[in-house]
Antibody, heavy 117, light 107 residues
């Protein structure tokens, strides 16, 4: 069974950083890009960027350059996203998604990030 | 960036009805369109990619169609479990972009 298991909810202070994770199982981790998607409360979906787990190459949505940093650990089939210099605008649910050629057959359960003093 | 416009934020339907949800791209995306279903508190689920290819396990009452800039997701006979939010996404070029969503509700 394919699973993308994300880390738990985070409460962080403005200006801080947070790193969330997405552990893949049940499929070839290096066979598909790992993407990250933001969903602000009650709003639509925004693509943050993707990483090639095979070689670590990244591609970011211009909007999120400098805000998000994507990495992978092939040894544990885990992808990470670090969000920097957080503001209230970064409060959202963040999903990892994979399993297609620029579409997402597999999704994590989402990680809620709340930015509050 | 390619803008995906779902002109109906809400659509009302009854169980057993046929319903079509539309999505318009700001430029030709050559059938590179996916559709997702999202229920409250859940992750999106892939239904369709390449405009008309059904994902594994998706019931055949869900059909995707379209070309150029105009795309449609049709549910041939709505079931109660189909009441949800539906998003289109273009996978033609980066940045990948999604529509604003259409919520399917009971009349």
């Amino acid at each position: 069974e394919v699973q993308l298991q994300q880390s738990g909810p985070e409460l962080v202070k403005p200006g801080a950083s947070v790193k969330i994770s997405c552990k893949a199982s049940g499929y070839s981790f290096t066979g598909y890009f790992m993407n990250w998607v933001k969903q602000s409360h009650g709003k639509s979906l925004e693509w943050i960027g993707r990483i090639n787990p095979y070689n670590g190459d990244t591609f970011y949505n211009q909007k999120f350059k400098g805000k998000a940093t994507l990495t992978v650990d092939k040894s544990s089939s885990t992808a990470h996203m670090e969000l920097l210099s957080l503001t209230s605008e970064d409060s959202a649910v963040y999903y990892c998604g994979s399993g297609g050629n620029s579409w997402f057959a597999y999704w994590g359960q989402g990680t809620l990030v709340t930015v509050s003093a | 960036d390619i803008v995906m416009t779902q002109s109906h934020k809400f659509m009302s339907t009854s169980v057993g009805d046929r319903v079509s949800i539309t999505c318009k791209a700001s430029q030709d995306v050559s059938t590179a369109v996916a559709w997702y279903q999202q229920k409250p508190g859940q992750s999106p689920k892939l239904l369709i990619y390449w405009a008309s290819t059904r994902h594994t396990g998706v019931p055949d009452r869900f059909t995707g169609s379209g070309s150029g800039t105009d795309y449609t997701l049709t549910i041939s006979s709505v079931q109660a479990e189909d009441l949800a939010l539906y998003y289109c996404q273009q996978h033609y070029s980066t940045p990948l972009t999604f529509g604003a969503g259409t919520k399917l509700e009971l009349k």
